[in-house]
């Protein structure tokens, strides 16, 4: 099974599927990204708090990673206007996404036009077309609501949710239903990773699927509850929000972390370049050797007789 065969489908938020999508970006329209949209901080925040409309932010993140740094593309959408007035920390990128969403009928349209404008083949999609946030319940009956609030808690929630409920994009469930590889990670694990797999649409298309899904545990640890959790932790929180584990397999550079659920694969991934950051050739390598594993486990043994 060679990775370039392979439709594979990308979940995740912030600079971690960001990384993924730009590492496999040679995959051209083989290669979906479904990204995160509860994000309510920054520049990103602000923007939603002045009308009703999804999180931007990952979404210019991963469609800027896809075309080359150096391009006027994406200086533009990267730009950061500075200094504290109304402008003040707002990303261009940002704002012609809102823009381009107040004039468009719908969120795919305006994504749809700015992948034509960087001229980036790979499928970029919001996991939902509708605003939502997050909802964390801790015990003692505690809510919290926004990704900035969930980050910010020193414990564990003991469910998440979104809040109001919303459907995935049609595009999303039927490229789920029909991919060979689904990814996971890196990224925050409350709001980069489980925010698309609230969706039940979503998850329910990962379960129909046969694909093969790769949890990219992240390089650090992350600044959340998250943290703390062993991986074993983090796959069984998962399946007790979403009724099941989806994770075939995990690919980490920490030898020490280990596993009684799935397989681990511990491969070098850090960059020398770019510290915290994922190496490309090495993500690629461990993919590659992830996808073989798999075969090896999935092809039926012949037996002479």
Request: net charge neutral; hydrophobic share 40%; proline share 5%.
């Amino acid at each position: 099974m060679q990775l370039e065969n392979l439709n594979i489908v990308a979940i995740g938020g912030g600079h971690g599927l960001g990384r993924v999508l730009s590492t496999l970006s040679f995959m051209g329209d083989k290669l979906t990204g479904i990204v995160t949209t509860t994000d309510n901080g920054g520049s990103t925040g602000r923007l939603r708090k002045r009308s009703s409309t999804i999180a931007w932010g990952d979404l210019r993140n991963c469609l800027t990673e896809l075309v080359p740094n150096d391009s006027v593309g994406s200086q533009l959408f990267n730009f950061r206007f500075d200094g504290s007035d109304e402008l003040g920390g707002h990303n261009l990128g940002n704002l012609i996404l809102y823009g381009l969403g107040q004039i468009q009928s719908r969120p795919l349209d305006s994504i749809k036009l700015v992948r034509r404008m960087l001229r980036v083949k790979t499928k970029v999609y919001p996991m939902s077309e509708t605003p939502t946030d997050l909802m964390a319940f801790y015990p003692k009956g505690r809510c919290r609501v926004g990704e900035v609030s969930v980050d910010e808690m020193p414990m564990m929630p003991k469910n998440l949710m979104l809040a109001p409920l919303v459907k995935a994009v049609d595009i999303c469930v039927e490229t789920i239903e029909n991919a060979d590889l689904i990814i996971l990670g890196p990224g925050s694990f409350l709001t980069s990773v489980v925010p698309p797999l609230l969706i039940r649409d979503i998850s329910k298309a990962i379960a129909r699927s046969n694909a093969q899904c790769v949890f990219i545990e992240n390089l650090v640890k992350e600044n959340s509850p998250a943290s703390a959790l062993t991986l074993d932790e983090k796959l069984s929180w998962i399946e007790e929000n979403i009724d099941y584990q989806p994770v075939t397999s995990v690919i980490c550079e920490d030898l020490s972390v280990k596993s009684d659920l799935v397989k681990v694969l511990h491969h070098p991934l850090m960059s020398q370049e770019k510290k915290h950051h994922h190496d490309k050739d090495q993500l690629i390598s461990a993919l590659r050797l992830a996808i073989n594993d798999i075969s090896r486990q999935t092809t039926p043994q012949v037996v002479n007789s």
